[in-house]
């Protein structure tokens, strides 16, 4: 599914995390991008990065700063992006310490 090219803003879910690892890709047409992270068995803190590229194939960090985002409490938290001219979206999930956490998350854009 395309994000972006219908009627204004659209929503896709990723695959859910459990392990250290990435989701699928969406491709998306849009350059104003929110998340959706839901958080549950979280143990001390699990560390994500949303990541984008431009083929598909070779991702990178979305945050300017290369930095990764830690969550340390079970919930649902939101994180806009604004101007980030990529085709396609994925959530990494870096690492985590206890628990047996769980990640859905998903990408909003318009």
């Known amino acids: 599914m ?53 083929d598909d194939t070779n991702f990178f960090n979305l945050d300017q700063s290369n930095s990764d985002t830690t969550i340390t409490a079970n919930g649902t938290y939101g994180y806009a992006l604004a101007g980030c001219p990529v085709q396609y ?9 206890g628990g047996t956490p769980s990640i859905a998350s998903k990408v909003g854009t318009i």
């Open 89 to 97: 979206v994925r959530v990494r999930l870096v690492s985590f310490s």
């Open 2 to 54: 395309t994000l972006g090219l219908q009627s204004g803003f659209e929503v896709q879910a990723f695959d859910t995390l459990s392990e250290a690892g990435v989701s699928a890709s969406v491709l998306t047409s849009g350059v104003n991008l929110c998340f959706q992270v839901t958080v549950s068995d979280i143990g001390t803190n699990v560390v994500i990065r949303f990541e984008g590229s431009l």
